[in-house]
């Protein structure tokens, strides 16, 4: 799931062909407000997971990494 | 120097082509030209050599900095004129505050300066000649303003910051590529992708949505007010809006504040009406900064209805915007959008208002809003200046009359409030900066 988030970041939302890796800083890469919102919407297509608000923090999104786990909680949390 | 003969004539993307419109709505209506101001304040004092010499590069290296935008007699496209441009540098004028003893032309304050610059008939895109120029304005003896007036139709302030960003590194102002230019799609094919977007403005009209802009009053002069929050206000303003919306969903969180100022204002103007807010968010197509050219606007405006019950309070408005935004999207609206905006490039300017005037009963939105984000990000320094601060302040047409910008520098926020003169009385503008007060939870002098 890292690898697939990392590519939906860098192929859709940044459009860059710089590498990234799932401990890349995304918001040093370049993800702004506007990215944030496409990935959540990403996110909701791809993982069938919606993000609550209070979720939002810099913290969660910093890199794909945090972002996939964030995200398998929520569909360990949706399965139970 | 005499103009390039080799000089290709550059290509005006579909949202230039809407800028067009608007500037000739702008024109027709007297309300001057859409113009902005990028006022950077510096510590220490101008080196006005430094500054002439960089402008003199930047104005040779750029054509289209003196082009004329002009519709090709062949498919009616605009485009700069770049073969008919003198490769000039780009103006410098010096002024100075009252008592000073420096050169220049006295104007009383900076804010001054500003209003004559976004009100002013310097940069004429339909004619040769500058479309960008620097104000050089000693504050103190310890701090300076540059000022950076330009056109709306030659970039937005994407490429402005793009722009900055080769100011301040001086050495590399060479020319870039121009923009590719797009083969022009037969009109019935673009048709069939732009309907959705033409169907989705056909449910606008029942939602009443209004502006500010007074139908029959004629609109007057461009002003503006400028707040800088210091950090201690950046920091509570963020903290409210961590704990209303998240800490990151910035561009509908300042879009809901903007959006509330406004409908309370209508809404104390038309009290037995449960006017909704028609918002256009615009957002940058290319994500990454170096696929975007630093001149031509990039912008793809995502179109978002609020209703009145949307409003109510900011914390469901937040979510309402990006539920919309979210619809708006999954519904694959953009690329209608975007298809619509390429159709009309082929139209006369005054065309292109049509649909605002026909679906939106006279609105083109309510509002002009953006959130730029940080101001010159990684620049800390210009012409060997810190930068103490940086903000935008375009001019705007009425209709809607009104517009609300966010931008932050090194942790402090600005808000630029743009209106037209005889869109906001004065007991409106204090209702207006009383609610976006309130939605901040920082005060407004």
């Known amino acids: 799931m890292e690898q697939e988030l990392i590519e939906i970041v860098r192929t859709e939302i940044l459009d860059t062909s710089d590498p990234l890796t799932p401990q890349s800083d995304l918001f040093a890469a370049g993800l702004d407000s506007m990215g944030i919102m496409q990935l959540l919407l990403a996110i909701e297509e791809k993982f069938a997971v919606a993000i609550d608000p209070a979720d939002l923090s810099r913290e969660n999104f910093s890199t794909g990494e945090k972002i996939a786990a964030l995200v398998a909680g929520k569909q360990a949390a949706a399965s139970r | ?445």
């Open chain 2, 1 to 445: 120097m005499p103009a390039s003969p080799t000089s290709p004539a550059l290509h005006t993307t579909c949202s230039d082509g809407f800028l067009l419109g608007l500037e000739s709505l702008m024109r027709r209506t007297s309300q001057g030209r859409h113009l902005a101001a990028t006022v950077l304040e510096l510590e220490g004092t101008p080196d006005l050599e430094r500054i002439r010499r960089v402008a003199e590069k930047l104005g040779k290296n750029h054509p289209i900095l003196h082009a004329r935008n002009e519709r090709s007699k062949k498919d009616w496209i605009a485009r700069w004129r770049t073969d008919l441009a003198s490769r000039e540098a780009v103006p410098v004028k010096l002024w100075h505050l009252p008592g000073a003893a420096t050169a220049g032309e006295g104007i009383p304050s900076l804010d001054e300066l500003i209003g004559q610059v976004i009100n002013g008939t310097d940069i004429d895109i339909h004619a040769s000649g500058p479309n960008l120029i620097f104000h050089v304005l000693p504050l103190s003896t310890a701090r300076w303003a540059l000022v950076l007036a330009w056109s709306h139709s030659l970039m937005d302030a994407v490429g402005m910051t793009k722009l900055l960003q080769l100011l301040a590194a001086e050495a590399n102002l060479s020319a870039e590529s121009p923009p590719a230019a797009t083969h022009a799609s037969p009109v019935s094919e673009l048709y069939k992708q732009a309907y959705p977007m033409i169907e989705e403005m056909r449910k606008f009209p029942k939602w009443r949505p209004r502006s500010l802009h007074r139908k029959g009053a004629r609109p007057g002069k461009s002003r503006f007010h400028v707040t800088t929050f210091d950090r201690a206000e950046t920091a509570a303003i963020r903290a409210k809006m961590a704990a209303t919306a998240g800490e990151l969903l910035l561009l509908p969180y300042f879009a809901s504040c903007a959006a509330r100022a406004v409908q309370a204002v209508i809404s104390a103007r038309f009290p037995d009406e449960e006017a909704s807010i028609l918002l256009t968010l615009p957002v940058q197509r290319q994500s990454d900064p170096a696929k975007r050219p630093l001149f031509s606007n990039h912008m793809t405006p995502y179109t978002v209805l609020l209703t009145a019950d949307d409003l109510a309070e900011l914390k469901p408005a937040t979510s309402a915007l990006y539920r919309k935004y979210a619809d708006f999207m999954r519904r694959k609206l953009p690329v209608a959008m975007h298809a619509l905006m390429r159709m009309m490039e082929r139209c006369p300017s005054r065309f292109y208002n049509l649909p605002a005037f026909i679906y939106m009963r006279g609105e083109i939105c309510s509002l002009f809003h953006s959130h730029t984000g940080a101001f010159l990000p990684g620049v800390d320094s210009m012409f060997g200046c810190r930068i103490a601060n940086g903000y935008h302040v375009p001019s705007v047409s009425a209709p809607p009359g009104i517009g609300i910008f966010f931008s932050e520098h090194e942790g402090q926020l600005a808000l630029t409030l743009s209106w037209k003169d005889g869109c906001l009385s004065p007991l409106e503008l204090e209702l207006l900066k009383e609610t976006l007060s309130e939605d901040l939870g920082a005060p407004l002098p």
